[in-house]
């Protein structure tokens, strides 16, 4: 299983949200408010999409997957999120070929511009579909719930495009573990 930008072990991935707040130079008020996910970043009330890695400390597995979601601006500092994630959590084995299942994952976060260039995000995971089972068929499951913590860095190129990176914190509630996670990208509204 796995959230963002930010989300959570054992598969589940927190995914990782960051935020600008209105830059001076933007000449279009639509794209004065930018809020990312996973590494796009884009204009207030539209889709987001990214990609995230994420490691799990002291064990031989790793996750990688994509997010998509909806991010909405509450003032020029918070900001609420609800996000869509996908991933592929693998476990190397020593015979044999690898370990692998893949989540969907639903994410809802909270988000704090600190300034210009950082944001911290929080909030809670659930996987709901995943092809754990013997059949490797996808189907709906009470999954984990998972939680965490994340700081995003963005970085203007121009008034419309930024890179953005983030790592997270994630804790599995369920499986008490916990993995860290990775995110970035350039960011483009459309």
Known sequence: MRLIALLLASGLTFTAIAAEQPSSKAKDPRTQNKVGLGGITL???RINFGPSFGIYPGKDKYFWGFSGGYTHMLDDKWSVSGVLAWDQEVEPQD???NKQSHTFTAIATVN???NDTFTITTGIAKGFLED???RKEYEFVDGDWST???LGISTPIND???FDFSTSYEYNLTQNEYDISFDGGFSVPF
């Open 160 to 162: 419309h495009l930024s």
């Open 95 to 97: 015979n044999g070929p």
């Open 132 to 134: 754990s089972n013997p």
């Open 43 to 45: 204009m207030d009330g």
């Open 112 to 114: 704090y511009a600190i």
């Open 148 to 150: 965490g913590v994340s």
